[in-house]
């Protein structure tokens, strides 16, 4: 398991949704008829999100842990939806991206929240989606791609292929061009926050008003990644090269 940790620098203001959908009350008020002098409170439809499990769940752990999702009251018609772990051993990360793979082709939703042991101890949720600004753009993410990218033309024999000569720090555009091999294939990456955090996470990333690297870096905290184990690595550098040798044939300037 490969897990690479990214502190993410990007600053980030946290706006809460306004749309009927995610309102900041779980009442909302409705028109007068004429003549009325009361106003008339409609409830806002519960939206039930999964919390997945990697760990089994007690009657006391549950408690407490609904008593710290409840402190956020300003988004109380958000209700945390348990799916229990059902094995005798604790979950891996390696357990949590299976779970991701397999959950996110049905899932409504383009992220997913986990909880573990630690969160458990620490009253902690975990935020999971593969984030572009980590798979793409951080420096550990061009630290990586360079070291691979470099020990794949060595491999290939093309070491001395000047054109292929591309500094560290400039992968950015050459990487969108093959978003779907390394944001869609790399792996997964995720953070972890306080558990109170978890109504007003999901509507920000509900309504994609903020990403999860920003979201992440606002509750002071860090973002890490997992690769998939069966990522054909070397198939997406094979893509790279092609893509360098493209645009250097085509004139631009790759150093």
């Not at 309504?207 to 198939?235: G, R």
Request: overall charge negative.
């Amino acid at each position: 398991m490969a897990v690479v940790k990214v502190l993410i620098e990007t600053p980030a203001l946290l706006i809460m949704p306004e749309s009927n959908n995610a309102s900041p009350s779980n009442t909302q008020e409705a028109t007068l008829p004429a003549g009325q002098t009361k106003p008339i409170k409609r409830e806002t439809p519960p939206e039930i999100v999964p919390i997945y499990c990697l760990t089994t769940l007690s009657a006391e752990d549950e408690s407490a842990y609904r008593n710290e999702i409840e402190k956020d009251q300003e988004l109380a018609w958000v209700h945390p939806d348990f799916r229990y772990w059902g094995q005798g051993t604790n979950g891996t990360l390696d357990d949590m991206y299976r779970m991701w793979t397999e959950l996110s082709a049905g899932s409504p939703y383009h992220f997913a929240f986990f909880i573990d042991r630690e969160s458990l101890t620490n009253r902690s949720i975990i935020i999971a989606q593969p984030d572009a600004y980590t798979m793409l753009f951080s420096n550990d993410a061009q630290k990586w791609v360079h070291a691979n990218f470099s020990a794949y033309i060595e491999r290939s024999q093309l070491s001395a292929d000047t054109t292929l000569n591309v500094p560290s720090g400039r992968y950015e555009g050459y990487l969108e061009d093959l978003v779907d091999d390394v944001l869609g294939k790399r792996g997964l990456t995720f953070g972890r926050v306080a558990a109170e955090a978890f109504r007003g996470i999901w509507c920000n990333l509900d309504i994609a008003n903020m990403s999860m690297s920003e979201l992440v870096e606002f509750h002071k905290s860090n973002v890490e990644a997992i690769n998939s184990p069966q990522w054909d690595q070397e198939a997406c550098m094979e893509k790279l090269e092609g893509l360098i040798r493209k645009r250097a044939e085509g004139g631009d300037d790759i150093s």
